[in-house]
Nanobody, 122 residues
Framework: VQLQASGGGLVQPGGSLRLSCAAS????????MGWLRQAPGKEREFVAV????????SYADSVKGRFTISRDNAKNMVYLQMKDLKPEDTAVYYC????????????????WGQGTLVTVSS
């Protein structure tokens, strides 16, 4: 299984970025897909998940209203649209997949990808 995240970079506070994750080696629509992040010196934290069909969504309170997760089952892709970015959003963002994933959890996740760094700074 490969989960390749891309789209990170340096952005000013208030700016926007769109992260993408290309998945391969798995039956994509059988997996809940999501994003987690890890800031320097902090534990990895849950950001958002999207259910098998793309209808069920869940977000961390810290990003609710600013981030939007989506998936394209025809392309085996998952996205994270981020707007109104804040310095505290600075972190390495990881794409992940799991057959079952309790919203809000960072445990028991089947697959992780390599992260993409998002830096929010003026």
């Amino acid at each position: 299984v490969q989960l390749q995240a891309s789209g990170g970079g340096l952005v000013q506070p208030g700016g926007s970025l769109r992260l993408s994750c290309a998945a391969s080696g798995l039956t994509f629509n059988s997996y809940v897909m999501g994003w987690l992040r890890q800031a320097p010196g902090k534990e990895r934290e849950f950001v958002a998940v999207v259910g098998y069909s793309g209808i069920s969504l869940s977000y961390a309170d810290s990003v609710k209203g600013r981030f939007t997760i989506s998936r394209d089952n025809a392309k085996n892709m998952v996205y994270l649209q981020m707007k109104d970015l804040k310095p505290e959003d600075t972190a390495v963002y990881y794409c992940a997949a799991s057959i079952q994933w309790e919203a809000g959890s960072t445990r028991g996740i089947d697959y992780w990808g390599q992260g993409t760094l998002v830096t929010v700074s003026s």
